[in-house]
């Protein structure tokens, strides 16, 4: 059948100051029904840009320079702001980062969930009310908890009312952007595990957008890296923890703390992250890889099935070279 969501080589332009930067470039996936992706990046990966592509709520600036959103099998008119209202929320919905600040300070909280569901699913105020206290109830929060305003409610409660506003209008798509930063350990850990239950029980599709390799085993199944605009490799997140192919995924788990280990110091990736204004020729990651040879300087690897994932690298594209001639030897 016909994916649920799929990206297919989708390059978004930012115009700014008379210039055009690429955000991203060629990106291509495709999610089912149910199933939940990390998008792991630095700022200026092309992660969020990607994501908010495919909720249709790119800056007025963006501009869809080529490729396409489809959404089970239609084109997704993203760059059309009118267009995509009747599916934004009510097929695609977004979680944003920082609640206090998506959160209207004046109004209960109640309310605020209660609203879509008049505005999107043509509810009467009753029914609204109802419905509003069924999802306080679903994200773990005591229906009559809804009558407090924001400030009223922890950073952990306010991100589990901005999930309830996201799922009002049943959506088949939640994305999360980085859903869980501004929160503690603890509480970040809760609400990614209420995300993974919601996910099954509800069997949403998932994207969380991160910048932390960290948090993704907690809900999603499925990761994929990006570097400077494009997908440098994706996998199971079994696969990708216990094989990274690229030499930019080894260093991301590399650089995660491992308390067990002893190694509570998080090691950065030496080198500038990537920059739009000015990105590398060939393999934007050549100048920071410890791998590196001449090719990557001038030609850009492509995004090539690898095992049972994809990995951009030439690494791997000289290997597979060896492999063939090795195998016609
Ligand atoms: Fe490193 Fe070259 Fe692979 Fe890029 S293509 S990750 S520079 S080895």
Not at 64 to 74: F, I, K, L, T
Not at 78 to 104: C, K, Y
Not at 227 to 248: C, L, M, Q, W
Request: a neutral charge.
């Amino acid at each position: 059948g016909v994916p649920l969501l799929e990206v297919d080589g989708l390059s978004v332009d930012y115009g700014l100051k008379g210039v055009s930067l690429r955000a991203i470039d060629g990106v291509s996936f495709a999610l089912g029904a149910g199933q939940a992706v990390a998008l792991v990046g630095e700022s200026g990966s092309g992660k969020t840009t990607t994501a908010m592509a495919i909720a249709g709520l790119l800056s007025p600036n963006a501009r869809v320079g080529s490729g396409e959103v489809r959404y089970r099998g239609n084109r997704l008119p993203i760059d059309d702001d009118a267009a995509m209202r009747p599916h934004r929320w009510s097929e695609t919905s977004v979680i944003f980062q920082g609640a206090m600040n998506a959160l209207n300070p004046v109004h209960r909280v109640i309310k605020q969930i209660a609203e879509p569901c008049m505005l999107k699913l043509g509810m009467s105020c009753g029914e609204a009310t109802a419905r509003a206290r069924e999802l306080l109830e679903l994200v773990g929060i005591p229906a009559d908890r809804g009558a407090a305003y924001p400030h009223e409610l922890s950073g952990g409660m306010r991100q589990r009312v901005m999930i309830a506003m996201a799922l009002a209008c049943r959506p088949s798509i939640v994305i999360g952007d980085e859903p869980t930063t501004a929160l503690d350990v603890i509480t970040q850990a809760q609400i990614l595990k209420l995300l993974g239950e919601l996910r099954s029980q509800l069997n949403l599709a998932l994207i969380l957008i991160t910048h932390d390799l960290s948090v993704v085993a907690e809900c999603c199944d499925h990761v994929m890296i990006m570097y400077s605009g494009r997908i440098v490799e994706d996998g199971t997140v079994a696969e990708i923890f216990a094989k990274p192919n690229h030499p930019y995924t080894r260093l991301l788990i590399e650089s995660i703390p491992n308390p067990a280990s002893g190694k509570r110091i998080i090691r950065p990736i030496p080198g500038d992250p990537p920059n739009l204004m000015n990105r590398p020729s060939g393999c934007a990651f050549h100048r920071r890889c410890p791998s590196a040879m001449a090719v990557c300087a001038t030609e850009v690897p492509s995004l090539d099935t690898f095992g049972l994932g994809r990995v951009a690298c030439h690494l791997h594209q000289s290997l597979t070279q060896e492999d063939k001639v090795a195998a016609h030897a």
